[in-house]
């Protein structure tokens, strides 16, 4: 296919071929030019309106420029552009250029997928409806275990759990991003995106949250680290412990929880730095990396794991520090209201400026019902 450029030339050549006459046979003569050029009628030899004009523009650049200071020249055959078949051309030495004939030929790439963070918080902890804004809960901080065989029409034993009376409130998760009308309305899916984008923002403050939230007074979840009560060790604990045997560590001191009743850990929570540290360790011996048979498959979107355990890799857990709990049973989320999204323009002056406010918000409350169910570690 030729190139604007190229059929110009062209027909310029050809034009150029057929001398001084200025009359419909030199219009005739470069349509013939054409036809015979691409072996098919004038009509069917454009391929785009981009190279239709580049035809037509030569064709009047040439006719005009020969026909200075002489008659009126009668085009016939050609269409668009502001000639009509038979419409007389008036003289004059030089094409006009209006560069707003060429159609605009965009297309929208649909927007880039926001990057989301493979596992979550909520990807460990039950999570369940809630019907109230508030809930009193029991939270269970000690036990007294005293069954036993009895005789006979004997005394049974008396056991004792002791609890905690605790009243939470629902916690609000917003945000918004200020959007212009126009980009509604002429970037397609840009809408969609937008929600991708702010339900992605309100996942990473809820991890913050249920990690380090501080509770009502602050508008925000009571954190799971900042529970009373929940266990805790220390890598310098045991000397010449590497972060992996401070993990393994707190899975023993999970499980001693509570006497002889104790917690099976079901993941830990880590900061992307000590996870690094822990996948990099080498065995001193032959220098080979240790965890990686213990790794999950990025292919089958399971979470990678240590000690048979899923890990939560996420920089809402302060570096050196590693949540390690019996998630299963510890805490549950209890989601009041859904997430869901407004759009606006009556907030300030926007409406007048064309700015539309996309709001994404959701409501919901952590209960911990057994702090001794989760261990904080703090890696040296």
Do not use: C
């Not at 809408?191 to 913050?208: A, K, N, P, S």
């Not at 006497?259 to 079901?266: I, L, P, S, Y």
């Amino acid at each position: 296919m030729l190139t604007k450029e190229e059929l110009l030339a062209a027909v310029r050549a050809e034009a150029e071929k057929v001398g001084e006459k200025q009359s419909v046979e030199s219009i005739k003569a470069i349509q013939e030019f054409m036809a015979e050029r691409f072996k098919v009628p004038i009509a069917e030899t454009v391929v785009s309106p981009g190279q239709q004009f580049a035809m037509d523009l030569a064709i009047r650049d040439f006719v005009s420029s020969k026909s200075k200071n002489s008659a009126p020249v009668a085009i016939k055959g050609l269409h668009g552009y502001g000639l009509k078949a038979g419409e007389y051309l008036p003289p004059r030495a030089k094409a006009t250029i209006d560069t707003t004939f060429f159609p605009s030929e965009r297309t929208y790439l649909p927007p880039a997928e926001f990057p989301q963070r493979g596992y979550r918080l909520r990807d460990l902890i039950p999570v369940a409806g809630l019907g109230t804004p508030q809930v009193e809960y029991a939270r269970i901080t000690g036990y007294t275990n005293s069954a036993g065989g009895v005789a006979e029409g004997g005394t049974k034993p008396q056991s004792a759990i002791t609890t905690s009376v605790i009243t939470e409130s629902v916690a609000n998760i917003a945000t918004f991003i200020p959007v212009t009308r126009q980009a509604m309305n002429d970037v397609p899916r840009w809408l969609r995106t937008l929600i991708q984008v702010l339900r992605y923002f309100l996942q990473l403050e809820e991890d913050r949250q249920i990690l380090n939230g501080l509770g009502a007074a602050s508008n925000e979840l009571s954190g799971l680290l900042n529970v009373t009560g929940i266990l805790t060790h220390s890598q310098s604990a045991v000397a010449g412990d590497t972060a992996i045997d401070a993990v393994r560590r707190g899975i023993t001191k999970l499980q001693l929880a509570f006497g002889d009743a104790g917690f099976d850990a079901t993941g830990v929570v880590l900061h992307p730095n000590d996870w690094e540290q822990m996948e990099l360790y080498k065995s001193p011996a032959d220098e080979r990396y240790i965890l990686i048979p213990m790794l999950g498959t990025p292919a089958d979107g399971a979470p990678p794991r240590i000690w048979r355990i899923p890990v939560v890799v996420t920089p809402a857990i302060t570096e050196n520090t590693g949540l390690l709990a019996a998630f299963d049973i510890a805490a549950t989320l209890w989601t009041y209201e859904d997430v869901t999204l407004r759009v606006t323009d009556s907030h300030s002056d926007w409406f007048i400026k064309n700015l539309l406010a996309v709001l994404a918000e959701f409501r919901e409350l952590l209960a911990t019902y057994f702090p001794k169910a989760l261990l904080e570690i703090t890696f040296t």
